[in-house]
C-alpha cells in the first residue's frame, strides 16, 4: 500500500510545490469565524493563503527559519482507502 502511494506522489516530478494552486479556495463570508488571508512570503518570493490567524502566525515563523526553502498552501489531497470507504484530507 504505502508503495503505492509514493509512486501516485512521484507524479509531480520535479514540480515546486509552492508554485502550485491551493487545492481548494479560502472561502469568506460574512459572520466566519476563521480569518483567511494571504501573507506575502520572502522566503517563495510571493503570496501564501492561510485560513486562520493561527496558519497565518506558523507562515510568518516559517518565512523567517532560515532552514526553510519552499511554502506551499495546501496543495493537494491525501487520499487513502479504508474499511468504510475512501478517506481524504487536505493538509494545512
Do not use: C
Not at 51 to 72: C, G, M, N, Q, T
Amino acid at each position: 500500500m504505502a508503495g503505492r502511494g509514493v509512486s501516485r506522489f512521484t507524479r509531480f516530478g520535479g514540480l515546486p510545490f509552492e508554485d502550485i494552486a491551493p487545492a481548494r479556495e479560502f472561502p469568506t463570508f460574512k459572520g466566519q469565524r476563521n480569518f483567511p488571508g494571504r501573507w506575502w512570503s520572502s522566503t517563495v518570493g510571493g503570496h501564501v493563503g492561510y485560513e486562520s490567524w493561527l496558519e497565518r502566525d506558523h507562515v510568518k515563523l516559517l518565512d523567517f527559519d532560515p532552514a526553510v526553502v519552499r511554502i506551499a498552501s495546501q496543495p493537494f489531497w491525501l487520499s487513502w482507502p479504508t474499511d468504510r470507504g475512501p478517506r481524504k484530507h487536505l493538509p494545512d
